[in-house]
């Protein structure tokens, strides 16, 4: 049974830094991984989907690499803005089937 | 031009209840999905429409029943409805099941309905 853990629970930093959320799986079959976001309140957002042939996906100041092997992905957020604040979900697609499995997410706010 | 919409935002209703909420993609997805988000913030599928046929089925009680009329719509049908069944419930859409065709399945998730049982 697939499982998604994310690290930390809750980040908080001051604007401009740059920071690394966290996330591992314990079934390396996996088709792809995919990192969303979630306001309060609204749906998620996709933010970058990584295919299980790639190691990383680059969408302006977001990076996130994917490790297949050791079952771990990073989600690099460069110069962070208080507009970043928001819980960042990390799920990962099985190999078979279309079933996402999500992670608990990150809680990230960003200090003006 | 809302990718995927559901109705309604909110609602509250008494245990014991029946009620419905609904679904509907203007993307031309053939795939369809019902997560529940409980009150920990945890993501889990229930069911899975592709073409109007289920593929995944979750272990989900009988009391949850989708329905799928055409590719582009999913309800999800709840009867007697139960305290523990309070959480959000989202909705969402890819092109196809995600089988090992080399294309993206980006999900496509609606704003969610935030179901409150008293």
């Known amino acids: 049974k697939q499982e998604v853990t994310q690290i930390p629970a809750a980040l908080s930093v001051p604007e401009g830094e740059n920071l690394v959320l966290n996330c591992s799986f314990t079934?390396?079959?996996?088709?792809?991984l995919q990192w969303f976001r979630q306001d309060p309140g609204k749906g998620l957002t996709s933010l970058l989907l990584?295919?299980?042939?790639?190691r990383e996906q680059t969408s302006g100041r977001l990076n996130a690499s994917l490790d297949k092997s050791s079952g771990r992905s990073t989600l690099y957020i460069a110069a962070s803005q208080p507009g970043d604040s928001a819980t960042y979900l990390c799920?990962?697609?099985?190999?078979?089937?279309?079933?996402?499995?999500f992670g608990a997410g990150t809680i990230l706010r960003v200090k003006s | 031009d809302t990718a995927v919409s559901q109705t309604p935002k909110y609602l509250v209703t008494q245990m014991g209840n029946d009620k419905s909420i609904k679904c509907e993609q203007n993307?031309?997805?053939?795939?369809m999905y019902w997560y529940k988000q409980d009150s920990k913030k945890f993501l889990k599928i229930m069911f899975s429409?592709?073409?109007?046929?289920?593929?995944i089925n979750e272990t989900v009680p009988n009391r949850f029943s989708p329905k799928s009329p055409d590719k582009a719509h999913l309800n999800l049908h709840i009867n007697s409805l139960e305290l523990g069944d309070s959480a959000v419930y989202f909705c969402?859409?890819?092109?196809?099941?995600?089988?090992?065709?080399?294309?993206?399945?980006?999900?496509?998730f609606g704003p969610g309905t935030r179901l409150t049982v008293l």
């Open positions: 079934d390396s079959a996996i088709y792809n």
């Open positions: 969402a859409s890819s092109p196809h099941p995600g089988q090992k065709t080399g294309k993206t399945d980006t999900q496509y």
């Open positions: 429409y592709n073409n109007k046929e289920l593929i």
């Open positions: 993307l031309g997805h053939d795939t």
């Open positions: 990584i295919q299980s042939s790639q």
């Open positions: 799920a990962v697609h099985g190999e078979y089937g279309n079933k996402l499995v």
